[in-house]
């Protein structure tokens, strides 16, 4: 295991972002983004078998866990760079990528503008298109209740209720992980999911895709999951019996899949 911090500058934005290494160093690269809330703990459930056959490499996202935030505005561009600043600090020009929610927005504009960068892309839990009117109550939430008002109503909605009666403990341990976050980087965030708008360069993508959807996701519906599958050419869908953080509630499901695709195969498609 290595740690260190990868640089991000971006003028007035520059930040330091938590970098952590595990499994050959010598091994295809695999890089790993995380959803909106969470740290690099969500990819626990993937760690042994990506380790395996992967040098991992895990981030946490700008205003998350140990990475630092930054004033002004968040958009997923912006994210996309941190990203490259990490594939950079890791001296890795190109890598296989697994993104959920969040992760897998940052992924499509990556795969959209800078292509030679990745060699095949995990895209779970994504749409390609978020109207800025649909964030703007989550942001005035932030504002008005924190993160303390807002873990009950938020963590819940990652994982189906059979999830949830069965692994509270895992659901608590989320809960402390969100409450973890820098608010100023949480609302950044939140309002860069605003700034998706993927309708377009979707369809010109070259990146070998793979898209896992949640049947029960209630923050990006199965047809939002579809509908990138069906834009993005060539790409395989994958749909689990899950909530949103599909890799955290159906954990063999999720790494089998991504396994398979990230080594050059093709998992069972779902519709």
């Not at 983004?33 to 992967?54: H, I, K, V, Y």
């Not at 993508?205 to 199965?222: F, K, N, S």
């Not at 954990?251 to 396994?259: H, I, N």
Request: hydrophobic share 40%; glycine share 10%.
């Amino acid at each position: 295991m290595k740690e260190y911090y990868a640089e991000s500058r971006t003028g007035d934005r520059d930040v330091r972002l938590y970098v952590r290494e595990d499994g050959d160093p010598g091994a295809p690269p695999l890089l790993l983004s995380n959803s909106l809330g969470t740290d690099t703990s969500m990819w626990e459930p993937q760690l042994a078998a990506f380790t395996e056959r992967f040098r991992v490499i895990r981030y946490d996202m700008r205003g998350h866990g140990h990475s630092e935030s930054s004033t002004g505005g968040y958009d997923i561009p912006l994210l996309a760079r941190d990203a490259l600043a990490v594939l950079d600090a890791a001296d890795v020009p190109s890598a296989l990528y697994c993104g959920v929610s969040l992760g897998g927005m940052v992924g499509q504009w990556i795969a959209i503008n800078e292509p030679r960068r990745l060699e095949r892309a995990v895209l779970a839990s994504a749409g390609i298109f978020i109207p800025p009117q649909a964030i703007a109550p989550r942001l005035e939430a932030i504002r008005a209740q924190g993160l303390p008002g807002l873990v009950d109503e938020i963590v819940p909605r990652w994982f189906t209720p059979r999830f949830i009666d069965a692994h509270p403990d895992r659901v608590a341990a989320l809960k402390e992980v969100f409450l973890a976050n820098r608010e100023d980087g949480y609302y950044g965030c939140s309002a860069a999911l605003g700034t998706l708008d993927h309708r377009q360069g979707i369809g010109g993508v070259t990146v070998p895709i793979l898209v896992i959807g949640g049947e029960h996701d209630p923050a990006v519906p199965p047809e939002h999951a579809r509908e990138l599958a069906e834009k993005a050419p060539g790409a395989t869908l994958v749909m689990l019996d899950a909530a949103h953080l599909s890799n955290m509630e159906r954990p063999k499901e999720f790494t089998d899949a991504a396994l398979t695709f990230l080594s050059g195969g093709s998992p069972e498609a779902g519709a």
